[in-house]
């Protein structure tokens, strides 16, 4: 024992002579991950592994990004706050007041854009905000962020407030922003200003009027339902800016969202006189129209109907793709002919389609609608073989497990719950207060209490309530069935003459007051 320490000893004396000859050297060879002649480091069993390649201060390289993420979100509520305030109730305007408070910081784009979000009830106090970005001479608008404050005053459908600021940001505004402005008009169902807004943008605001705008505000409008107006204003630019064929298939679709197939029929057929071709796309829309109308009037006819669109297709000479399918499955499924989805699933290779995640979330619901659990597990499963299982989120297991609840399944709603956490979607408070209230409803107050304490622990702000219990799945008490006691000689003697006595007076006529008793 003492031989085979006695060269470690030496090795520690001669490289404590080496440090201390060099005592400024020695300190930077503890700091210095390369060097491994250091004798603090060699006596050290935690640091004799420390892989030279990795600096030791590489442990601590995340905490900075997470102070920089809390002084992000504690800055933003702090904007936030600033601008909930009553401005009736404040003698200082709110460009004064973030001067005076917020001149140290430096605005970026998250920054406003989490602003805007924790702020929704602030209102016109937000153009405050905006012209206070606008003098800030460590800040300069850009598209993105004049895109933020429409999008902002969208939602609340102040269109005056959106008009400040597409005039204050001519300069900086582009394709972002005009989208955004497109969309909440049309979401605010104003067809008709969208169409004015398209013929004096160029003037009043400085967007670009050519065939790229013109596809993004006829898509817009043909999303809602709002054909006609697409059609007039691509007919009225017609001599500036000619139709293509993407502008014509979209008009198309416009027509059958808003379930008027004569309509697209008919522009159909002038754009086929007109030298165009009509595309998968506007045949995907009309076979999806003509689906829809059936599954309103006769569902029987949907299949008969579908296979003439069908045809015509491939007399055009136009390919199926897999949004071809995905409307036909789409349509089986919600008139619950779960078995013709299934087998169209398993005739997409045919025509060289291959399904997405569209086709596997619409199939498994249909499944578990149907009872069938065990095919809707082995749809999932091939749905990540197929490489689709980034589509599995929070909100489409929730779809899954509201439909397991609804036919009674709360065992293997259950099982899907575990599936979901074991692939990494975070469940909300939506699917816990489910899962909870189906447990409760079936009387399972044990496991409804493990899934609140596990809420809790997770951080879902979950709030105790009270279930009720569901009578079907009561557990009823248990009542003894009373044993038949044995008759004695008397009593069955004085029984059969009872009945003897009951037959005799049935024969003999009854006198007339005891005929109207009876």
Same mark, same amino acid.
């Given at each position: ?42 006596? %050290? ?7 030279? %390649? ?7 390289? /995340? ?9 992000? /979100? ?13 401005? =009736? ?52 608008? /850009? ?9 902002? *005053?969208?939602?609340?459908?102040? *269109? ?22 497109? =969309? ?15 013929? @004096? ?45 993407? +502008? ?36 995907? %829309? +009309? ?48 008139? @619950? ?47 990540? /073989?197929?490489? *689709?299982?980034?589509?599995? =989120? ?6 899954? +497990?509201? +439909? ?53 622990? @997770? ?26 006691? @044995? ?30 008793? *009876?």
């Amino acid at each position: 024992m003492w031989r085979s320490s006695t060269p470690s000893l030496q090795l520690r004396r001669l490289l404590l002579r080496c440090s201390s000859s060099s005592s400024s050297s020695s300190s930077s060879y503890c700091l210095s991950p390369t060097l491994s002649l250091d004798p603090y480091c060699l006596s %050290s069993p935690q640091r004799h592994f420390v892989s030279p %390649s990795f600096p030791l201060s590489r442990r601590f390289s /995340s905490q900075p990004n997470n102070s920089a993420d809390d002084d992000h /979100s504690q800055t933003a509520q702090s904007l936030s706050s600033e601008l909930l305030k009553d401005p =009736d109730s404040e003698p200082v305007p709110i460009i004064q007041r973030l001067q005076l408070s917020f001149s140290h910081i430096t605005p970026s784009p998250p920054l406003i854009l989490q602003t805007l979000n924790t702020s929704p009830d602030a209102g016109r106090t937000v153009l405050g905000f905006y012209k206070w970005l606008s003098s800030n001479p460590n800040f300069a608008h /850009s598209d993105e962020t004049i895109s933020f404050f429409v999008d902002y *005053f969208g939602r609340r459908n102040d *269109f005056k407030a959106i008009h400040e600021v597409l005039m204050d940001g001519r300069n900086f505004a582009g394709a972002k922003t005009l989208e955004s402005a497109i =969309d909440r008009l049309v979401r605010a169902g104003r067809a008709t200003q969208v169409v004015s807004f398209f013929d @004096r943008m160029e003037v009043d605001y400085g967007f670009r009027r050519d065939r790229e705008s013109l596809t993004m505000v006829v898509s817009k409008l043909c999303e809602h339902g709002f054909a006609s107006h697409a059609e007039k204003m691509v007919k009225n630019v017609a001599g500036e800016i000619f139709p293509n064929e993407k +502008i014509c298939d979209l008009l198309i679709k416009g027509w059958c969202v808003d379930g008027k197939l004569d309509e697209a029929r008919r522009l159909a057929e002038e754009m086929y006189r007109g030298g165009f071709e009509i595309g998968t796309m506007a045949y995907n %829309s +009309i076979l999806d129209c003509i689906c829809k109308l059936c599954r309103k009037k006769d569902p029987f006819c949907l299949e008969s109907e579908a296979e003439k669109i069908l045809v015509d297709m491939d007399v055009a000479g136009v390919p199926r793709n897999v949004e071809t399918f995905n409307v036909l499955i789409t349509n089986l499924c919600k008139i @619950r002919k779960t078995e013709d989805a299934m087998k169209l699933f398993y005739r997409m290779g045919e025509w060289g389609c291959y399904p997405n995640e569209t086709t596997f979330l619409v199939l498994t619901r249909s499944l578990y609608q149907a009872a069938r659990v065990g095919e809707g597990d082995e749809m999932i499963d091939r749905m990540k /073989s197929a490489g *689709f299982g980034n589509a599995l =989120d929070k909100k489409a297991y929730y779809e899954f +497990i509201k +439909i397991l609840c609804g036919i009674e399944r709360i065992d293997h709603a259950m099982s899907l719950f575990s599936k979901m956490k074991e692939d990494g979607c975070k469940p909300g408070i939506k699917t816990y207060d489910l899962l909870m209230g189906k447990l409760c409803a079936h009387g399972c107050l044990d496991k409804a209490n493990v899934l609140f304490n596990e809420a809790v622990n @997770r951080g879902v702000p979950v709030e105790p309530k009270a279930y009720k219990l569901d009578p079907r799945f009561v557990k009823k008490p248990t009542v003894a069935k009373k044993e038949k006691k @044995r008759e004695t000689l008397p009593e069955k003697m004085a029984r059969k003459k009872r009945r003897l006595r009951k037959i005799r007076l049935s024969f003999v006529k009854k006198p007339k007051r005891m005929r109207r008793a *009876f």
